[in-house]
């Protein structure tokens, strides 16, 4: 560990060097590939002085999000957006800081862009957004696109555009207008240059000297902006985001807190929560979800669709509204239904639309987040149940600890068929692989854990027997042996490693960098967090106004050979 | 069929509502006397390109043949591809060698064979897949440089892209892919009039003009983030050719009958029998991309790598029927796990059938076109890696032959990539990194 961050430290200095002979542009050996060219276009300096040091893509959520703040929701976002890949055992918050866009991509991203564009200046409702009225309907007007432009701009692009970007998109509307002979035809093809840009794909963040540390980077206020409105909002900075940016409360620590603690009592904080627990929890895996619909009669569109937004609701109405204690999460009665859902929890639900409050009686297994059918569901095969995914899943998800791969020469014969009348449980099917010492040494960290589960089917309704054999729901963790789901539930609460994890994936999801690169920062922010009593408002917060949080880390890349020689 | 692609409806001309009717026998003038080329142009029939993915492999002992070379036998699981047997080479014993890189179960050996390099993250790609070079090579006319499906409708599903993190994402239903190909920018190439959409010029400045901001940014940015810009940059070159073909008059093609209505909306799910239709409405909408020239590359996978394939009523996927079903001993193989097996290569031949069944001049698009089939791992119960299998339709405009059985003796898979590339006209003299490093380019193959 010691010498792990002596190296970082190392590398961030020479990086910083590094960017120096950069922002200068005029050291005669700088390398070739930072150089700014001659006859550079005016659009060079649109950021001066800006170090760009990390560029996060948007996700879907975060597009669709931006679109209905800055557009109104009524604006369609029709499509699809190319999925960002998530590194095994990471937030695709830190896959967003390495994702590219590949050209069908693209495709679909200005394909989406010219329907936003052509919505927001059609005739319905370009009023609310062009200000002024265009000399003529017919031509360019430069004055008047650049009342529409340079707003929608400072939104799109989380910080003011620049003179010359303002007056490079206030000439892409010129040059629209004219072939198309139509002012706001013009407008809209501007407009879907600005979201086709990387400025407004990319979240770009980008550094300057930090006057605590003389010689280190840290981000700068418009970054901050951006950083505090996606970590607990998800949605690009509003107007007293960008108004703070200006006038530099963002750097100012007591400022910086005053509206952290603001965002996290909005409404809207909940729409943060809920992005971050979909990133954490893999909710990406419901859009594959298949259950055989023999096997699992109740399994049907409007139960997928309900699954992950039960969940949600759980969480953030412990969370969020009740300010509950992160770690009671996995042991809550409280949760909500759906018509459709009370028939997979056998449960009556009054109305049928809609959803309405629920709580367990006491004692009722079905309690906490794994007892919710979607969890239970989605770590299960398409037609049983799991306790090894089970198992792994709150291993790797909850507590972060990886758990290897199967080997790849397996032999999983000795895993029957659950048809076998020989070996009518999991339980026993599985002995196979506690027997097996290739087998054994993964399996015993997962399959206590999962076994505990297993008065849940694959689809996470509620059972007694499999196959007409009595099911044990006695599971273990780390050595400590429980009963049942709120058994799990209440060894999880007590695990340290629970609030630790999620101290570690929020702090990777504010930051867009791996656990990895984050641990460090763990032991401090889990003993503020147990400060705040395992609150998400106390650690979202704390994680808004840490200083460590922005400064600016450089890890070594595969640098080019030319780039290491200048940094001797 | 779901819907009708006939001829006729379909030359009566879609765009912009200006109806345009062309008659067929005309069509047939363009073409010289043997048909390989547009007596209007001198243009040569294009070559195309393209690759079909399907997950878990075969078992092995009843699918590949025993002996080398031509009219090799038809083991039971080969045997639906009876009808194309001419038009198909098989390929088996060529290894994929990791240098210590872990076998990572159903993903080391897609990206392998497309990339001739080991995996070591269990993520993306480790260098960029030949697929793209290629498409670099003879995609830079056409509207998109290559087309991309998955059938079992996951985006994710894919082994195509350049390298790292990033793969190509997969079209996931036919309507989608029908709207990207036929949809607005589509110019009929058979219609007798054109006239450029003014809006599309101007977006065509205006992409240029987004160009421009690249100098700006790349002079701020690190390593890592330029590689990303680069990666941006060059989607935004292909988007702006895309453009300027699409602002340039199309030349006529014979073969290009464009589909009349768009394919039905289906919800992706794994049941075998919705794969299977979904894979055969994309692959009708594929080979009218190729014939009408929107794209001369292709990436169709069937299934993904652990393949979540399922048969109504059965309580496991395919990925875990490999594993858990046990082997009938009378048999010698495992049934169930072998039933989707068999779909796959139904489905297979529908989609060599789809391209055989398009003439162009005196050949088919079949012959015009190359496709590497392959799955990512040989026998899946065990994972191996090694003879995982793969065959090879069509003869690329004559330039390979077909119908044979290559036996790769243990040397690496690097080779058919190699190959691939070459005679697509990719000019390379070797290929693959360590182990795979190969310049043996597989001379059996090359007509």
């Given at each position: 560990m010691m010498m792990n961050s002596m190296k970082r430290m190392t590398w961030g200095a020479a990086a910083v060097a590094l960017s120096v002979v950069v922002s200068g542009c005029?050291?005669?050996?700088?390398?070739k590939t930072a150089v700014v060219e001659q006859?550079?276009?005016?659009?060079?300096?649109?950021?001066?002085?800006?170090?760009?040091v990390a560029m996060r893509r948007l996700t879907e959520a975060q597009y669709r999000n931006i679109i209905a703040d800055v557009f109104g929701p009524d604006v369609v976002v029709a499509g699809r957006i190319e999925p960002i890949v998530r590194p095994v055992h990471e937030m695709i918050a830190s896959g967003a800081a390495e994702a590219s866009i590949s050209p069908a991509g693209l495709d679909q991203f200005d394909a989406m862009a010219r329907n936003i564009a052509a919505q927001v200046f059609g005739e319905q409702r370009r009023a609310q957004f062009v200000p002024c009225v265009p000399r003529d309907e017919k031509l360019a007007d430069p004055a008047c696109a650049a009342k529409v432009l340079t707003p929608l701009g400072r939104y799109l692009f989380r910080r003011p555009m620049s003179p010359a970007e303002q007056a490079f998109f206030v000439k892409l509307a010129g040059d629209g207008a004219g072939?198309?002979?139509?002012f706001h035809k013009g407008l809209e093809l501007a407009l879907a240059a600005m979201l086709t840009s990387p400025r407004f794909l990319y979240v770009i963040e980008s550094a300057e000297p930090d006057p605590a540390r003389p010689g280190e980077l840290r981000l700068d206020a418009w970054s901050r902006a951006a950083r505090l409105s996606f970590l607990l909002w998800n949605t690009t900075p509003g107007e007293t985001l960008l108004t703070a940016a200006e006038s530099g409360k963002l750097t100012d620590q007591a400022q910086l807190r005053t509206l952290a603690e603001a965002m996290v009592a909005s409404p809207r904080f909940e729409q943060g929560v809920r992005a971050f627990f979909a990133d954490m929890l893999l909710f990406e895996k419901f859009d594959e979800l298949s259950k055989d619909p023999v096997i699992?009669?109740?399994?049907?569109q409007d139960v997928v669709q309900a699954l992950p937004e039960q969940m949600l609701r759980t969480i953030t109405d412990h969370?969020?509204?009740?300010?509950?204690?992160?770690?009671?999460l996995f042991t809550t009665q409280r949760t909500f239904m759906t018509r459709s859902l009370g028939g997979l929890y056998q449960v009556p639900v009054a109305r049928s639309a809609g959803w309405v409050p629920y709580e367990f009686a006491p004692?009722?297994?079905?309690?906490?987040?794994?007892?919710q059918a979607g969890f239970l569901a989605l770590y299960s095969h398409s037609g049983r149940s799991s306790p090894t995914l089970r198992g792994r899943a709150v291993r790797e998800l909850l507590m972060c600890e990886p758990v290897p791969n199967p080997p790849?020469?397996?032999?999983?014969?000795?895993?029957?068929?659950?048809?076998?009348k020989a070996k009518p449980t999991a339980r026993i099917r599985l002995l196979a692989h506690a027997t097996d010492p290739s087998c054994s040494g993964c399996h015993k960290i997962t399959d206590p854990i999962g076994l505990s589960l297993?008065?849940?089917?694959?689809?996470?309704m509620a059972r007694k027997t499999e196959n007409a054999a009595l099911i044990d729901a006695s599971g273990e963790m780390d050595g400590k042996p429980f009963q049942g789901a709120i058994g799990l539930g209440k060894t999880m609460a007590a695990s340290p490693s629970t609030t630790q994890c999620l101290s570690m994936r929020a702090l990777s999801y504010a930051t867009g960098r791996s656990g990895e690169d984050v641990e460090e920062l763990v032991p401090a922010l889990d003993r503020k967090f147990a400060a705040g009593g395992y609150g998400i408002r106390a650690l979202f917060t704390q994680i808004a106004t840490m200083p460590e949080a922005y400064r600016v880390v450089t890890k070594p890349l595969a640098a080019p050979a030319h780039v290491s020689m200048l940094t001797q | 069929m779901a819907f009708d692609l006939s001829r006729r409806t379909a030359l009566r001309g879609m765009m912009n509502g200006a109806a345009v009717a062309v008659g067929?026998?005309?069509?047939?003038?363009?073409?010289?006397g043997n048909g390989t080329?547009?007596?209007?142009?001198?243009?040569?029939v294009p070559v195309r390109f393209g690759t079909w993915f399907w997950g878990l492999g075969v078992n092995p002992s009843r699918w590949?043949?025993?002996?080398?070379?031509?009219n090799y036998e038809l083991k039971p699981e080969l045997a639906p591809i009876k009808d194309y047997q001419a038009k198909i080479s098989v390929l088996g014993n060529f290894n994929v060698i990791?240098?210590?890189?872990?076998?990572?179960?159903?993903?080391?050996g897609g990206p392998a064979i497309r990339t001739g390099r080991a995996l070591t993250?269990?993520?993306?790609?480790p260098g960029e897949s030949f697929d793209v070079t290629i498409g670099d090579q003879i995609g830079?006319?056409?509207?998109?440089r290559s087309l991309d499906a998955s059938a079992i409708g996951d985006?994710?599903?894919?082994?195509?892209?350049?390298?790292?993190?990033?793969l190509n994402p997969s079209e996931t239903s036919a309507a989608a892919l029908y709207t990207r190909i036929?949809?607005?920018?589509?110019?009929?190439?058979?219609?007798a009039t054109f006239t450029p959409d003014p809006q599309v010029m101007a977006r065509r400045s205006v992409l240029s003009g987004v160009t421009e901001q690249r100098q700006a940014l790349e002079a701020a940015v690190g390593a890592a983030d330029k590689q990303k810009l680069d990666q941006y940059f060059t989607s935004l070159r292909q988007l702006e050719k895309r453009l300027d073909v699409e602002l340039t008059k199309p030349e006529p093609l014979q073969a290009c009958v464009v589909p009349g209505a768009k394919p039905p909306e289906m919800n992706a799910s794994g049941d075998i029998e919705a794969v299977m239709k979904n894979h055969e409405m994309m692959a009708d909408m594929m080979v009218m991309a190729l014939a009408c020239d929107q794209t001369r590359v292709f990436n169709m996978m069937f299934n993904n790598g652990a393949s979540a394939l399922t048969r109504i009523g059965?309580?496991?996927t395919h990925h875990q029927l490999t594993h858990?079903?046990?082997?009938?001993?009378?048999?010698?193989?495992q049934p169930n796990a072998t039933y989707f097996l068999t779909r796959i290569m139904d489905a297979w031949v529908y989609f060599i059938a789809a391209l055989d069944?398009?003439?162009?001049?005196?050949?088919t698009l079949l012959d015009n076109t190359l496709i590497l089939a392959h799955s990512?791992?040989?026998?899946?119960k065990f994972h191996t890696i090694d003879n995982i299998p793969m065959m090879l339709a069509g003869r690329a405009g004559g330039r390979v032959k077909s119908g044979i059985y290559v036996d790769g003796?243990?040397?690496?898979?690097?080779r058919v990539g190699l190959t691939l590339q070459q005679v697509m006209?990719?000019?390379?003299?070797k290929w693959g990194s360590k182990s795979m490093e190969t310049n043996k380019t597989i001379g059996e193959l090359i007509a």
């Open positions: 005029a050291a005669s050996d700088a390398p006859g550079e276009p005016a659009l060079t300096r649109a950021m001066p002085g800006a170090q760009i072939p198309t002979g139509s699992y009669p109740y399994f049907n969370l969020v509204a009740r300010n509950g204690d992160y770690r009671d004692g009722d297994d079905r309690a906490g987040l794994l007892g790849g020469n397996v032999n999983f014969t000795a895993v029957q068929e659950t048809g076998n297993e008065r849940f089917d694959g689809l996470g | 067929v026998p005309l069509l047939d003038a363009f073409l010289d080329a547009l007596a209007a142009t001198g243009a040569q590949f043949p025993d002996t080398a070379g031509a990791l240098d210590g890189a872990p076998n990572l179960p159903h993903v080391s993250a269990e993520r993306g790609l830079t006319r056409t509207r998109f985006p994710r599903n894919s082994l195509s892209g350049r390298g790292g993190g990033n036929f949809g607005p920018g589509f110019k009929d190439p058979n219609s059965s309580t496991i858990e079903e046990v082997l009938d001993n009378r048999l010698g193989y069944k398009v003439q162009e001049g005196d050949r990512e791992t040989e026998f899946a003796a243990g040397t690496p898979v690097s006209g990719v000019s390379i003299d």
